[in-house]
T-cell receptor, first 114, second 116 residues
Framework: GAGVSQSPSNKVTEKGKDVELRCDPI?????LYWYRQSLGQGLEFLIY????????KSGLPSDRFSAERTGGSVSTLTIQRTQQEDSAVYLC????????????FGPGTRLTVL | AQSVTQLDSQVPVFEEAPVELRCNYS??????LFWYVQYPNQGLQLLLK??????LVKGINGFEAEFNKSQTSFHLRKPSVHISDTAEYFC??????????????FGQGTILTVHP
């Protein structure tokens, strides 16, 4: 069966531009998580969704970051006015429900801000 | 709040030798622990998890880990490694309730390099 997919796989943008990163979770998974992986900070939690609502946005680094989920499925992470420190791999994961269930990770989107 | 410390950033080992990757955690409430592996240019894959019950947990690819509450450790072991085990390994603890339920806090990762 299909796993978690993310697009684009690579994104190069100029400082100050907006970017959108997409995540397609495994069908039927109600919980969706966004993480960021960077050299300096390791793997950091950003936000998670249960259905279309986001009970925990505590990991979003600034108000330039936002995310939404529609139809309990696809999620989009948007970064406005990108900065060089936003360069990282953005990982999406889904699980059958929230809690201590296995999270299945996508391959990530590598974002480079020039 | 919880945190995870992986004591070794890099572990080199020869093929067929045993290996132990160390992980210590801190958490104020119940603990749920995970080990994930990341092969080059791939996403994270679950190796094993401890939720409750037996403190010795067996996972995929011959890996196992032991939960030690008194030492707050969850070290990963394999008795005989293969070249294909070369990857980065992450220890993680799950959120301890409330709105953070299920959220993973990761250690900094350990790069395991298996030499022929």
């Amino acid at each position: 069966g299909a796993g978690v997919s993310q697009s684009p796989s690579n994104k190069v943008t100029e400082k100050g531009k907006d970017v959108e990163l997409r995540c397609d979770p495994i069908s039927g998974h109600t919980a969706l998580y966004w993480y960021r992986q960077s050299l300096g900070q390791g793997l950091e939690f950003l936000i998670y969704f249960q259905g279309n609502s986001a009970p925990d946005k505590s990991g979003l680094p600034s108000d330039r970051f936002s995310a939404e989920r529609t139809g309990g499925s696809v999620s989009t992470l948007t970064i406005q006015r990108t900065q060089q420190e936003d360069s990282a791999v953005y990982l999406c994961a889904s699980s059958k429900r929230t809690g201590h269930n296995e999270q299945f990770f996508g391959p990530g989107t590598r974002l480079t801000v020039l | 709040a919880q945190s995870v410390t992986q004591l070794d950033s890099q572990v080199p080992v020869f093929e067929e030798a045993p290996v132990e990757l160390r992980c210590n955690y801190s958490s104020s409430v119940s603990v749920y622990l995970f080990w994930y592996v990341q092969y080059p240019n791939q996403g994270l894959q679950l190796l094993l998890k401890y939720l409750s019950g037996s403190t010795l947990v067996k996972g995929i690819n011959g890996f196992e880990a032991e939960f030690n509450k008194s030492q707050t450790s969850f070290h990963l072991r394999k008795p005989s490694v293969h070249i294909s085990d070369t990857a980065e390994y992450f220890c993680a603890v799950s959120g301890d309730g409330g709105t953070s339920y299920g959220k993973l806090t990761f250690g900094q990762g350990t790069i395991l390099t298996v030499h022929p």
